[in-house]
């Protein structure tokens, strides 16, 4: 194609959720299980009282205002590191500010890899992943999250340097999640190995694991040196603040002066990017943080609770009537499970005329149940299966 980059994919972008979503949305009458949001029992965007109550104390020179560095604010990095680490690791580390999760992960790519390496990441994941690798021109490698073999073959199989993605717990779409004793195994592969090894953790949707779902950051004190752990956060899913493209990346390493040269790299592609974030958004999550702190964990609580009954009963009715899911722990999503994408599109078809709208995945049809109420989730594997 004439004037752009070399080996541009120049394949028309299809947002697969975002056509189907807007199809949901214009049927008021359907069943919406297509967002990556979280929504209320009464159908609206579920959205933190504390973090808008405390954004009407938002002054306009604030909002107007650039954020102190491309980094972003230091009080903000300060008080997101600690929310996102609560002393677990002891090990050394740096942070930076990011747009959404979605920054971070494309900032640790964008300073890690080069055109031609490889990119590790779930077979069934989050699509932007391959975005995000194509987009860089690297090659993607997919693993089986439920096979440590066949994620350990898939390492091996990388002669250079190793970059894998690991979207744990509540994965999208799967809602799997790794055990400690998995994480044991993982970090101490990762160790084993005699070549650069950067482990970024995608933990966008953390904060709605249920359990002690960051036991395993502890590992990060045993890292060997040669290995880099990258976490992604996203404020856009603990804060439902989605449109203030907010998150935090955090680097972990055994020495402290490489984090200090690998966190000006970081600047320097936030910098060439998005140049500097949100300040508005900056202030509000830090003054939450700080100010609001019990009120946070307390409706984060309750978001929680909500989704958690929600899960609990479309596993269960899904069971009784046979509908078979992926085996998940937590999170936003669960996935049916479809012997191959051909059955996969006439099944999501079947559910598209019935007027219940979910996501196509890899081998999958992902149902939303953070966007369901549970009123609607109450008989709803029953309708999908009928359908099967
Ligand atoms: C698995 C996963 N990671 C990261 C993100 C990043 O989201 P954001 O950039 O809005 O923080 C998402 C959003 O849907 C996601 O599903």
């Known amino acids: 194609m004439k004037f752009v980059r070399k080996n541009e994919n120049t394949d028309r972008y299809v947002d697969n959720i ?19 949001c979280l929504y209320d029992e009464e159908g609206k965007l579920y959205t933190y009282k504390c973090v808008f109550d405390s954004e009407k104390e938002i002054s306009a020179a604030q909002k107007a205002a650039y954020a102190a560095s491309p980094a972003g604010n230091p009080d903000y990095i300060d008080l997101v590191s600690d929310f996102i680490l609560e002393s677990r690791v002891k090990n050394h580390h740096v942070a930076m500010a990011t747009a959404g999760g979605t920054g971070g992960i494309y900032t640790a790519i964008a300073t890690c890899l080069e055109q031609g390496d490889h990119i590790i990441y779930p077979a069934i994941s989050w699509g932007n ?3 995000i690798a194509d987009e ?37 779409p799967l809602g799997h999640a790794y055990t400690f004793e998995q994480w044991e195994k993982i970090i101490g592969k990762l160790n ?4 650069e090894v950067i482990l970024l953790c995608d933990i966008a949707y953390i904060d709605y694991a249920n359990g002690d779902p960051k036991a395993y950051f502890r590992l990060f004190d045993k890292i060997n040196d ?3 752990v990258l976490l992604a956060a996203s404020c856009s899913k603990a804060f439902s603040y989605y449109g203030q493209r907010l998150g935090a990346l955090v680097a972990i390493n055994n020495d402290a002066e490489f984090l200090d040269h690998y966190l000006n790299l970081c600047s320097r592609c ?10 508005a958004g900056m ?27 929600r899960t609990a009963l479309f596993v269960r009715q899904a069971r009784e009537c046979g509908l078979e899911l992926y085996e998940s722990a937590d999170g936003f999503f669960v996935t049916i499970r479809m012997k191959d994408n051909a059955s996969r599109d006439a099944f999501h078809q079947r559910l598209l005329n019935a007027r219940i709208y979910t996501i196509k995945v890899n081998k999958g049809i992902r149902v939303a149940l953070c966007s369901v109420p549970y009123r609607i989730v109450d008989g709803l594997a029953g309708k999908i299966k009928e359908l099967y």
């Open 270 to 279: 936030a910098r060439a990017t998005w140049s500097n974030l949100n300040n």
């Open 192 to 195: 084993s190995l005699d070549k």
């Open 226 to 228: 040669n290995v880099l």
């Open 283 to 309: 202030v509000n999550v830090a003054r939450v943080l700080k100010e609001h702190r019990e009120e946070y964990f307390a409706e984060l609580q309750a978001a929680k609770e909500m989704l958690k009954k």
């Open 136 to 172: 860089n021109g690297l090659i993607p490698l997919t693993y089986d999250v439920y096979d440590l073999d066949d994620l350990f073959e898939k390492i091996d199989s990388v002669k250079e340097k190793v970059f894998l993605i690991v979207n744990s717990p509540c994965e999208n």
């Open 18 to 36: 975002f056509s189907v979503s807007q199809a949901a949305k214009a049927d008021k009458e359907g069943i919406n299980a297509t967002a990556g």
């Open 129 to 131: 992943y391959k975005v």
